[in-house]
């Protein structure tokens, strides 16, 4: 006879009340664009806020304790709660640009809002997926969000081309996930992961189904994260969606990639560690060199962040790298692997928070020069003397690059900087200096653009009036990308605290 | 374990042999003497008039996409049903029953605004 579980008590509900709020949220700015006729243009953008504002606070006010719950479909505590900060920042940050570009042009998305919350909801649930349906569920619902809003724009074929093209990889890739996952299931019997656990700790089984299965899930992953070889999509997808959608995408899809590749990676660590780590490591050098070489030549500002973004998902791929490495797995220093793990798993959730900042940071001001005729203002020519017509547009934009580059008073400095000394940590200095060689590739795109700015001749303003709250936004982005570079001790100290939560 | 699966790959074997064989052989062997009406689509002996690939007006599609949502969701409906029973006497029949007029209610959201941006008007 087929066994239930309790269906929902008091404590599956205050563990779903963020994704409830979410999803409801999502749905009821649905009916009321569907239904007010009254509605002003920004209104619907004041309720997502609304939404996104609803369910921080509903994270900080209700504690649901730790561990998996909901029949081990979601993983609940410190580890999702500080994703879903992540994300329901990352979803307000985006609702303010998008919102400021409407403002302007008259290019009104209604659907834009609904499809933000349910891209945030999927996100939620797929970093706190404690089971492979739930990873799957989570994704999809993640990424059909995404297509239509990187492909949304009615009317311009670039957004169109980067949807179409999103949909069909993003498709593709969905496929190779579920067949790996197939192929895991069919290994272990069970979906969920603390099962899966307890069957690759025996060790017993077909080790080739497992060993092909977390191959196609990788294969999955990289796409959404945009790791080299799966990276093809990005620059074409980056450019032609909306600017402030491009930045969602750079921030918001990869950190939630990374969360379920950490706990995948950690999930696998024990027998895999052999066929993931030598894998990895090529795909973490390749997509860190690829991004930053490639980069170097683009003309496009979008363009160039793109590659930039597939950079930076090399840098981030070197931490899970060390996650698998042998000194992590090594048994017999127990205590030691302990540390090297979490130095490095805290150093990339440490570096997704850093690096959502100053790359919203550049998509805002990106996105808030964009002219009227909606196309966003992606030759970097175009930014000749800005420092001189929109200074506090320029300065914003000069301290997200130099963080990107990782120049030192910025968070982009310290988050490489904890990242770098995790994986010398694991003894891979060869690793660390690949990357330190890479990042200093990395600052002469990002400085010329910052040359531009400052020291070409002013060129005509193409365009029109910039939108406060959006610069006021990225402004304040750009602060806390300073003031987190400065003190980044107690936010990394929460990092860690957040990382002891997952088994190692 | 793949030992159970040796069947299934004999018979993928055998099948791809003996479609590779007689195609070959009638490749091979069979005369061909091509002429202007063998070599023309048969369609139940009727000529083809026109064009095939001719335009659909885009209303088509919608209404394609519309009924493959509503048709699709219809799918998950069947397995809660084989479950309904069990979970009855289970003495969670409130909750199934709460679960699945959640869907619905997600579904009939999604009608609703479909109607209302004007997705069902035939214009």
Sequence with gaps: MTHFEMPLDATSWSVLLPYLVIGGGGLLVMLVDAFVRTLKKDHLSYLTLCVFLASIVVQIAVHPGEGPRLGGMLLAGDWSRFFNYLFAGIGIMTTIFATGIYDRDGRYRPEFYPLLLFTVLGMMVLAAANDLLAVFLGLETMSLATYILAGGVRGNVRSSEAGFKYLVLGGFSSAFLLMGMALLYGYAGDTNFDAIARVLATGGGATILVTAGSALMLMGFGFKVAMVPFHMWTPDVYDGAPAYVTGFMATAVKAAGFAILLRVALLLQPQLAWAWYPVLTVFAVLTMSLGNLVALVQNNIKRMLAWSSIAHAGYLLLGVVTLLSPAVGDPARQALARTVGESAASAVLFYLVGYSLMNLAAFGVVNVLSNRGGEDADDINRYAGLSRRRPVAAATLAVALLSLAGIPPFVGFMAKFYLFAAVVKAGLVPLAVIGVINSLVSVYYYLRVIVVMYMKDTEADSYDGVEWVSVATAGALAALVLYLGIRPDAFHAAAASVIRQLPF | ?123
């Design chain 2, 1 to 123: 374990m793949f030992e159970q699966f040796i069947p299934v790959l004999m018979v993928l074997a055998v099948a791809a042999l003996f479609a590779g064989l007689f195609l070959g052989l009638s490749n091979w062997l069979g005369p061909r003497r091509p002429d202007p009406l063998k070599d023309s689509t048969y369609e139940c002996g009727i000529p083809v008039r026109g064009s095939t690939q001719i335009r659909f007006f885009v209303r088509f599609f919608l209404v394609a996409i519309f009924f493959l949502l509503f048709d699709l969701e219809a799918v998950f409906i069947y397995p809660w049903v084989i479950v309904y029973r069990a979970m009855l006497e289970a003495g969670h029949g409130a909750f199934a029953l709460a679960e699945m007029g959640t869907f619905a209610f997600v579904l009939l959201v999604g009608f609703v605004y479909i109607w209302r941006k004007g997705g069902l008007e035939w214009q």
